[in-house]
Nanobody, 117 residues
């Protein structure tokens, strides 16, 4: 089992910045991918950004150039720096990881990000 604990959500004005953090604990030795998904109000969950243990990252087109994902493998933590936030970025943001050994995905409980116009 892997436990994911998120922090850093909140309310910000358009154009502002927020930094999300997610710490993994438990069966961490076989985690290869960590990242973030989000679920806007009334919509389905969608990819924001993911990063491998080797540092390769992938972003949704809607956040490229504004969001940066990073990872501290020693602390089993993934970060999402969100700049130039827009009202359409408002969503519940979920931390995600993939356990390659068990071929299983894990999710955090989610943190609310609200961007006011």
């Amino acid at each position: 089992q892997v436990q994911l604990v998120e922090s850093g959500g909140g309310l910000v004005q358009a154009g502002g910045s927020l930094r999300l953090s997610c710490a993994a604990s438990g069966r961490i030795f076989s985690i290869n991918v960590m990242g973030w998904y989000r679920q806007p109000p009334g919509k389905q969950r969608e990819l924001v950004a993911v990063i491998t243990s080797g540092g390769r990252s992938n972003y949704a087109d809607s956040v490229k150039g504004r969001f940066t994902i990073s990872r501290d493998n020693a602390k089993n933590t993934v970060f999402l720096q969100m700049n130039s936030l827009k009202p359409q970025d408002t969503a519940v943001y979920y931390c995600y990881c993939h356990d390659a050994g068990l071929s299983r995905d894990y999710w955090g409980q989610g943190t609310q990000v609200t961007v006011s116009s």
